[in-house]
């Protein structure tokens, strides 16, 4: 008896794990799962559905019909249905010795009829079901528990996407660059909020030589996974080129890479790329992007135009890099479309001006400037990049 009681302890615990590491758990509800819940309802005619997950002592259930979202897990249906990690049905539950004096049972919601399959985690431990319930006793047919199981697989697929996510969000997080910039004179930061996971907006820096380095912001049109891989691609075919001294070298390689790419998803880069050297010497390249601005220590700000057209664009026209100067005290800033969006569009730039005048650093702007957005109605990724000349 001991042995059993400890054998099933450790499984709850690693079933507990695994449910932890969904990360899924008190997250608000989503159409995705809530439109799984509304087919169930329709195709099985019954008053309560629900998407539910075992946490600890409670059920919480992440999309339901006609029920509450926690409800106590002891004498659960869906607790026996993981346990037992198979499908459970059952017709008339105050007929049926197991279930008659069952508290859900005797008491609300006073279930008579229930239908739940088993949801699992990555490493296969039941965490969940998906069940459909009646005050009246039912039947299923051979038909009707395929249908079921169909829309638990469905739910499936959404649990498992999360995690495919989660691995992607970890290798995309892996590529940002982890180390600030060596050249003197330069404090720079950045933040990446992903609106789906993955983000199709990416960052990069690197060393150039003893006083310089190279900076990226690129903004794929898109979302998801397949923006992000294709930001992936531009972000390795620039830093192929980071040997090169010449920016419209760098940039023109970069986009041969991955014009057949961007043209096969029918997609485009806007791109902002630049050298800083010495003595806040600024060359770049601005392809499409349009977002980047300079706030002077003293005077106001200038908005840097789009000189070229985005990756993935035809034109004849090369990519030519232009040229400032930032004076110790002076703030670049780049953005994503996404920011200006949740900001207000244009009317953004004058509150990411009063950010950046307000930030001692670098970091301290960045992390403003996402905080602002993301308190706003972010509707896509967003990012910023701030370098501040400060003096040697």
Known sequence: MVLKMEAAQQTESRRQRALTGLGIVGTPREERFDRITRMAQVLFDVPMVSVTLLDG?????????????????????????ARQDAALIVD?????????????????????????????APGGEAVG?????????????????????????LVQAELDRDEELDRASIAQKGLLPRRKPAAPGYD????????????????DWYDVDDAGFCLTMGDVMGKGMAAAIVAASVRTALRSTMGSGDLQEAVTAASRLVEEDLDQLSTFVTLFHARFGAEGRVQYV????????????????DRIDAGSLPLGVPSPDPFVPQELTMAEGDVLVCVSDGVLDALGGDRALSRLEAIVRSSATAAGAATRIAGAALAG??????TAVVVRRSAR
């Open 57 to 81: 002592e409670r059920q919480w259930r992440k999309s339901h019909v006609g029920l509450t979202d926690v409800a106590p897990r002891e004498g659960a249906f869906c607790d026996l249905t």
């Open 92 to 120: 008339d539950a105050a007929s049926d010795a197991r279930f008659s004096d069952n508290p859900f049972v005797v008491g609300d919601p006073h279930l008579r009829f229930y239908a739940g399959e088993p949801l699992h």
């Open 129 to 153: 079901t998906l069940c459909v319930l009646d005050t009246q006793p039912r039947t299923l047919t051979p038909a009707q528990a395929r249908v079921l199981r169909d829309l638990a697989d």
């Open 188 to 203: 720079v930061a950045a933040v990446c909020e992903p609106s789906r996971g993955v983000a199709g907006d990416f960052y």
């Open 286 to 301: 601005d392809a499409g992007h349009g977002l980047a601005f300079v706030v002077h220590d003293r005077g106001p700000f």
């Open 377 to 382: 109605v972010p509707i896509d990724d967003i």
